[in-house]
């Protein structure tokens, strides 16, 4: 069976800090791979998708990044931390296909201070 | 594109009382629907999908939710609600044979008081 790994659970870092947070994948090949960023009592805003390594496409221009160096593993990074980068961040992935759900991991509460 | 409002955004209930979340979308073209839940402090969990055939779909939990095409709804029921169904409720869309983006509603927060 497929399971979705994100870590670390929760983060606390100071403004102008780096950041990287970290999502695998294992049991399924080639997945879109989705990271999501939820704010205090509100829905969901995409921030990057990605169909293939190497390939990302960006939602919301900001000062984060992401990167997909493998097949199952994809990375949410930012050089300098803002205070409005706080949130909870959920990574995503799913097979191709637009009848495919999305598979959610348990997701990164980031408080930046 | 489509677009997907969750009518309440919140919607309390005392427990064992039925409940109703709503959902409506709107799309040029044909879709399929999702309803996903989210526990405090959890990622979203598949709770059902809609995807052809009977437009009646059933969760293993005790959630149905029917589509609707003349209407573009999707709203999910429950005849009998408990503490532990306390969560928010979000449903999206996919459009068929396009994007690979899902389009997902702001989110119900279901509170169920004993």
């Known amino acids: 069976s497929q399971t979705i790994h994100q870590w670390p659970a929760t983060l606390v870092q100071p403004v102008g800090s780096p950041l990287s947070l970290e999502c695998t994948v294992e049991?399924?090949?080639?997945?879109?791979l989705y990271w999501y960023r939820q704010a205090a009592g509100r829905g969901l805003q995409l921030l990057f998708y990605?169909?293939?390594?190497?390939?990302i496409s960006s939602e919301v221009p900001q000062n984060l990044s992401a990167s997909r160096p493998q097949d199952r593993q994809f990375i949410l990074s930012s050089k300098k931390l803002l205070l409005s980068d706080s949130g909870f961040y959920l990574c995503?992935?799913?097979?191709?296909?637009?009848?495919?759900?999305?598979?959610f991991g348990n997701g990164t509460r980031l408080t930046v201070t | 594109a489509q677009s997907v409002t969750q009518l309440d955004s919140q919607v309390p209930v005392f427990e064992e009382a039925p409940v109703e979340l709503r959902c409506n979308y709107s799309s040029s073209v044909s879709v399929y629907l999702f309803w996903y839940v989210q526990y405090p402090n959890q990622g979203l969990q598949l709770l059902l999908k809609y995807l052809s055939g009977s437009t009646l779909v059933e969760s293993i939990n005790g959630f149905e939710a029917e589509f609707n095409k003349s209407q573009t709804s999707f709203h999910l029921r429950k005849p009998s609600v408990h503490i532990s169904d306390t969560a928010e409720y979000f449903c999206?869309?996919?459009?068929?044979?396009?994007?690979?983006?899902?389009?997902f509603g702001r989110g119900t927060s279901l509170i169920v008081h004993p």
């Open positions: 990605s169909v293939g390594i190497g390939q």
């Open positions: 049991g399924t090949s080639n997945p879109n």
């Open positions: 999206a869309v996919r459009i068929t044979g396009g994007s690979y983006i899902p389009t």
């Open positions: 995503a992935w799913s097979a191709t296909g637009g009848y495919a759900p999305l598979h």
